[in-house]
């Protein structure tokens, strides 16, 4: 996790993702996205969704309208897709999994700090064209302080919209384009030992 900029990145989400409102007109319209790498959002590299990368997108969400737990499993394959592409556009494809932090690192490694803004964009994304329909995008969370035995993590959330309960979408422990952890925010929250 970038030591300088911890929260720097998903506080510019609006503008990495050129969202005017809540709604698109045409969903299926090509947007570039600004995809964080080099730990702390050092690099801000484009990645561009065509028509049909969108229309692939949504093909696999709508594979999880049954239900919020098919929802999230569908959340985590696109999560997965999006990584393959962005992976390939920015030159992070391999991105290992993490469970330390490392002082010097390539641009080509993505920290907690990236992966947290990476996801939440790909969440207000889809969200915003109406393609989830069990649970919303969340802000991002946090845990740890050192001073309580933890490093300071970051990651995305969804929001199930049938009550509320908080989901976190977790790529940072996997390796790029592997299934990020899902897991409910209050047990991601007790987690994390000294290891992130």
Known sequence: ?????????????????GLAGPAFADAF??????????????????????????????????????????ER??????????????????????????DTYELFTPLSEIDCVDETVNTTTLLELVDSRGWLRHHKAGRPANRGFLIDGRYPHNTATIVEKAGGKRWVVDSWVRANAEPPDIKPLDVWKREGGRRG
């Not at 300088?4 to 503008?15: S, V």
């Not at 592409?85 to 992070?92: D, E, I, Q, V």
Request: aromatic share 8%; glycine share 10%.
């Open 73 to 98: 499993a569908a959340i985590s394959r696109a999560d997965q897709w999006y990584e393959r592409k962005a992976g390939a556009a920015t030159g992070t494809s391999n991105d290992g999994a993490k």
């Open 1 to 17: 996790m970038s030591r300088k900029r911890a929260f720097a990145g998903w506080m510019a989400l609006p503008l990495l993702l």
């Open 29 to 70: 319209q090509p947007v570039t996205i600004r995809y964080c790498h080099g730990y702390g959002c050092k690099m801000r590299s484009p990645v561009t969704f065509s028509r049909a990368d969108l229309a692939n997108l949504k093909r696999i969400l709508d594979s999880g309208k049954g239900s919020p737990v098919a």
